[in-house]
């Protein structure tokens, strides 16, 4: 943080004076460094990504939280989270990010996280043990907030949800580039462990979700570099079909977008868990436990809900008749979901994002 302007004291001659006006300077300047100092004692700053979940956060959880608790909180956005983290290792310039299971898992292998007795968290008795990562002494390093699926979204003016009763209907013929396929980064750990699911096996045995990979990949029209790329592929009818997050068709509907809807196919969707964590050597760490504590509650859940789709996992969070309506029950969804082991996917990610380079090279 930096200060707007200098002091500039006249010279009036004398020692005395000279030295009077340059200790006034140096009093002056401590004190204004202490305020300053002492704002910035106890803030948040979380990294997240941008765009509307950056703007949720600051809305449906920042807002409520400073008012009720007097610290100040700063969401700042960012593109990835991992990367970012690693780069300010030791000295991070957040205090709490969001991220995904396998960026969690990922970083507390290196030892970039703190982690936390969960005693100092009572609203965790009301999560699944799923939905918060531990490390090898039994502490917590990632607490798990809320969840959306990976399902099969579509086209309505295109297709209907029974044309994707079987994952295996994105490599039919008759849509033939008319699917679009994530990027190599995220099919890695999403679309390859699911379809492996599909073909038998799971996070561990990879190797049944290839050839459907393949054939869908042969189907793809293109492969999707954002979430706004899909989401205008699928609105405009460009692409019928293709794999795709439960929460940005949320956003879309409730936006008028109702050309555009999700379905979990037999098979089963994805889990995704997003997790709130705490880089290693971070500062505040009683705001930031006050923040995350604050967070897990049902309040802030079904607020950001209501925002974004973003499903809770705290199982005391009570959805109106509404919400259910529009979303459905999170136990009765997570009953026809899969979650894979975080650390399976963590410790592989590189060489799979690889094979799936490999994967689409082989099918243009």
Same mark, same amino acid.
């Given at each position: 943080?930096?200060?707007?302007?200098?002091?500039?004291?006249?010279?009036?001659?004398? &020692?005395?004076?000279?030295?009077?006006?340059?200790?006034?300077?140096?009093?002056?300047?401590?004190?204004?460094?202490?305020?300053?100092?002492?704002?910035?004692?106890?803030?948040?700053?979380?990294?997240?990504?941008?765009?509307?979940?950056?703007?949720?956060?600051?809305?449906?959880?920042?807002?409520?939280?400073?008012?009720?608790?007097?610290?100040?909180?700063?969401?700042?956005?960012?593109?990835?989270?991992?990367?970012?983290?690693?780069?300010?290792?030791?000295?991070?310039?957040?205090?709490?990010?969001?991220?995904?299971?396998?960026?969690?898992?990922?970083?507390?292998?290196?030892?970039?996280?703190?982690?936390?007795?969960?005693?100092?968290?009572?609203?965790?008795?009301?999560?699944?043990?799923?939905?918060?990562?531990?490390?090898?002494?039994?502490?917590?390093? &990632?607490?798990?907030?809320?969840?959306?699926?990976?399902?099969?979204?579509?086209?309505?003016?295109?297709?209907?949800?029974?044309?994707?009763?079987?994952?295996?209907?994105?490599?039919?013929?008759?849509?033939?580039?008319?699917?679009?396929?994530?990027?190599?980064?995220?099919?890695?750990?999403?679309?390859?462990?699911?379809?492996?699911?599909?073909?038998?096996?799971?996070?561990?045995?990879?190797?049944?979700?290839?050839? %459907?990979?393949?054939?869908?990949?042969?189907?793809?029209?293109?492969?999707?570099?954002? #979430?706004?790329?899909?989401?205008?592929?699928?609105?405009?009818?460009?692409?019928?079909?293709?794999?795709?997050?439960?929460?940005?068709?949320? #956003?879309?509907?409730?936006?008028?977008?109702?050309?555009?809807?999700?379905?979990?196919?037999?098979?089963?969707?994805? %889990?995704?868990?997003?997790? %709130?964590?705490?880089?290693?050597?971070?500062?505040?760490?009683?705001?930031?436990?006050?923040?995350?504590?604050?967070?897990?509650?049902?309040?802030?859940?079904?607020?950001?809900?209501?925002?974004?789709?973003?499903?809770?996992?705290?199982? #005391?969070?009570?959805?109106?008749?509404?919400?259910?309506?529009?979303?459905?029950?999170?136990?009765?969804?997570?009953?026809?979901?899969?979650?894979?082991?975080?650390?399976?996917?963590?410790?592989?990610?590189?060489?799979?994002?690889?094979?799936?380079?490999?994967?689409?090279?082989?099918?243009?």
């Amino acid at each position: 943080m930096g200060f707007g302007g200098r002091h500039r004291f006249r010279e009036q001659g004398g &020692a005395e004076v000279k030295h009077a006006a340059g200790l006034l300077m140096a009093l002056s300047l401590f004190s204004l460094s202490t305020t300053v100092a002492c704002a910035a004692d106890g803030e948040v700053v979380m990294g997240t990504w941008g765009g509307g979940n950056s703007e949720m956060w600051r809305e449906k959880v920042g807002k409520p939280f400073s008012a009720s608790s007097g610290i100040v909180v700063k969401i700042r956005d960012w593109s990835d989270p991992e990367p970012t983290l690693r780069a300010q290792a030791r000295k991070p310039q957040f205090n709490v990010a969001l991220g995904t299971c396998y960026n969690a898992a990922n970083l507390q292998k290196d030892g970039l996280l703190e982690s936390f007795k969960k005693e100092d968290f009572p609203e965790l008795a009301n999560f699944e043990k799923s939905s918060y990562l531990i490390d090898q002494n039994g502490e917590v390093y &990632a607490f798990g907030i809320y969840f959306q699926y990976y399902g099969a979204a579509f086209n309505s003016d295109q297709a209907k949800a029974s044309d994707f009763e079987s994952w295996r209907a994105l490599a039919d013929p008759k849509f033939k580039d008319k699917v679009a396929i994530a990027r190599p980064i995220y099919a890695a750990p999403n679309d390859l462990v699911l379809f492996a699911k599909v073909g038998g096996g799971d996070e561990n045995n990879i190797q049944p979700g290839i050839p %459907l990979l393949t054939s869908i990949a042969r189907n793809a029209l293109t492969v999707t570099n954002s #979430t706004a790329q899909m989401n205008a592929l699928l609105s405009r009818g460009e692409v019928t079909a293709g794999a795709y997050y439960s929460s940005r068709v949320w #956003t879309m509907r409730a936006s008028g977008v109702k050309n555009v809807d999700i379905t979990i196919p037999s098979e089963g969707g994805l %889990l995704l868990s997003y997790f %709130l964590i705490v880089p290693k050597g971070a500062k505040n760490l009683d705001a930031v436990k006050a923040w995350i504590n604050y967070a897990l509650r049902p309040a802030p859940e079904l607020a950001m809900l209501d925002a974004s789709g973003f499903l809770p996992l705290n199982q #005391t969070a009570a959805l109106s008749q509404e919400q259910l309506k529009e979303v459905g029950s999170p136990q009765s969804l997570r009953s026809k979901l899969y979650q894979p082991d975080c650390s399976v996917l963590a410790a592989n990610q590189e060489k799979r994002v690889n094979l799936v380079e490999q994967i689409y090279s082989q099918v243009k």
